[in-house]
């Protein structure tokens, strides 16, 4: 069977040509799962030149069609001939599919399904606004949110860590963090695979550096504190998030992750006075497109460059730092916790010793001066798009549900399609004495 798979309007369309036999029926199934996204609501298959029907090619229809059903959508086919027809009908199955004339019909259908729907108000405030951006507001909790920082960003960045810097932390006091961590029985086990980290929710993703590339991640059920999360440095969230958006881009190409918090920062100088120049952010969506970086070595003091330079450093960086510069990961689910920095704010009303340790300048971000922005996401698979639902409550579903593929350091060129993001306007940075 010859099988061609595009996306008129964004609705994922199969077109077959041939016999929807076990071999037939083996290919839809391949390629469904190879191109179903975890934005896609619609699916049309087009069986206009479908000779031939069996149990086998009804049985991929059928789980088709359940997957749609999970993601309130719609599973439409087309052009069905008559015998596929009879034979669906003879195996009692007619009825449950939903049958068009055309293509062009079933797209219609599916585009009622897909199309962009009341969510929230939109927001009436001019600075949150960019053509071929939908935007949706709605307000969080009041309440003073504080950036924890623990550990120093420098020991990282000059690979100086020793095991007296590296701190046991308790999970429940990780709710959202980012930074540099492990998860080891002994701080002596943690200190040679220290690896960029990021909590959400308390549960633990990191990357560890023990040459693998593989992320591994805990999401423990209750804090017994007999299991840390070892740290040479972290940053972490106290406190609500005051405003919730969903943005979903026109373009399939999306927004970058330093668009995104132009236009946060944007509507945080108009619309929050209590706006002093940072926000941290939790973010749910659908990429566009991952570019990233990861560490290859612990930053250990007895790793350090031998030249006492920066691992950042033009000779040094290859050896500490893998980027991967080409997108990645187009229609998956990120969950992500960052912070930034809008460099035109006055900052006056932060410690600046305790604002520097929050950002390094990474050598790929190259981009827009006025802003710094330091960000780890998670990338998992097979969890549909909601943007109806509570974030926290679709964050937590994610890592405790979701098929966990990917951790990274975003870098800012990251592209977002669509998302559901909760801004904290950050009041002060606090060190933790412990």
Known sequence: MLLEVTRPGGILLFILDGRLDGAGATDLDSAQRNNLEDDDRAVVVDMGQVSYLSSAGIRVLLMMKKEMKRRNGLLALAGIREFPRNVLETAGFLSIFDLHPTVESALLACSRVTGNQPLLEDIPQPGLSQKGISIRHQRGMPGRAVLTVSGSLEDVVYSRLTKEKVRPRRFSGLSFALGLGALEETVEKALPVLGEMVTVHGALIWEPTDGSGVPDYFIPVKDTGAVHAWTGFSVGLSGPFHDYFILESEDPAGVTLAG?????????????????GIIAVSLWGVTAGIVSSGLLRAPILDH??????????????????????????????LVGFGFGIDRSADLSHYDRSLLENLVFNHPENTGSSEIDL?????????????PEGDLQQQVRRLVFEGDFVDMRHLLDSSRIRRARVGVAYIDAIVHDPA
């Open 260 to 276: 995104l918090y132009t236009l946060l920062f944007a509507f945080a100088r108009r619309n929050r006075p209590e706006f002093h």
């Open 304 to 333: 350090s460059p031998p030249d006492g330079g920066s691992i950042f450093d033009p000779g040094n960086v290859k050896d500490w730092i893998s980027v991967s510069p080409d997108p990645v990961y187009q229609g998956s689910t």
């Open 374 to 386: 330091h960000n780890h996401g998670v990338i998992f698979q097979n969890i549909p798009w909601d």
